[in-house]
């Protein structure tokens, strides 16, 4: 089974400052990565994922994750927030295309100005 | 544009009503999902579906039911609604080929009384 960690449940950030959102993985066997974004009242939608390849992952709205495999992580950048960034944010691994989906439990991030 | 549709954003229910929780997708995904949302928690897989007339229980099946008569179009039922039922339902589908991911629905708030 595979289970994911984000090490942060909230991160409040300035507008214009960098964030990093952390995220760990177990699993025993190869996964695919990914980052989806909740804007309030609202689904979820993909930012970005890794499946194969560079390991450094580059997404919409200028987010960029890198994948660790040797320490199991797969944390997500931006280097410049805006307000409208303020959501949250969900890491998640399948061990297939298509397949079940297991959840982190999220981090808020909130941008203030 | 994608698009997958839940049949309501919110409702509100009584103990031990029968509740259909309704998700339509007009991509023509083979797979199909239902995930409960609470703070705290992320998204927890209830049930899924890789074809019509399929289903596979997730992570937390229990007190829930699932249909799939039709490929675009599954049903999660919960047969005698608790309060414990009250939360925030995500509807998802995928392609079992290409990256696999997963489309989500804008989703049902639903409180049981």
């Known amino acids: 089974a595979q289970s994911v960690t984000q090490l942060d449940s909230q991160v409040p950030v300035f507008e214009e400052a960098p964030v990093e959102l952390r995220c760990n993985y177990s699993?025993?066997?190869?996964?695919?990565l990914f980052w989806y974004v909740q804007y309030p009242n609202q689904g979820l939608q993909l930012l970005l994922k890794?499946?194969?390849?560079?390991?450094l992952v580059k997404g919409i709205n200028g987010f960029e994750a890198e994948f660790n495999k040797s320490q199991t992580s797969f944390h997500l950048r931006k280097p410049s927030v805006h307000i409208s960034d303020t959501a949250e944010y969900f890491c998640?691994?399948?061990?297939?295309?298509?397949?079940?989906?297991?959840f982190g439990a999220g981090t808020t991030v909130t941008v203030r100005a | 544009d994608v698009k997958v549709t839940q049949s309501s954003r919110y409702l509100v229910k009584r103990t031990g009503e029968k509740v259909f929780l309704e998700c339509v997708q007009d991509?023509?995904?083979?797979?199909m999902f239902w995930y409960r949302q609470d703070p705290g928690l992320g998204l927890r897989l209830i049930y899924f579906?890789?074809?019509?007339?399929?289903?596979e229980k997730g992570d937390i099946p229990e007190g829930y039911s699932v249909s799939r008569e039709k490929k675009e179009r599954f049903s999660l039922i919960l047969e005698s609604a608790s309060t414990n039922q009250t939360s925030m339902y995500l509807c998802?589908?995928?392609?079992?080929?290409?990256?696999?991911?997963?489309?989500f629905g804008p989703g049902t708030r639903l409180t049981v009384l």
């Open positions: 998802a589908s995928s392609l079992t080929s290409g990256i696999g991911e997963q489309f």
């Open positions: 699993s025993s066997v190869s996964v695919y």
């Open positions: 890794y499946l194969s390849g560079s390991t």
């Open positions: 998640a691994v399948s061990v297939a295309p298509g397949y079940k989906l297991s």
């Open positions: 991509m023509d995904h083979e797979n």
């Open positions: 579906s890789y074809d019509v007339k399929m289903k």
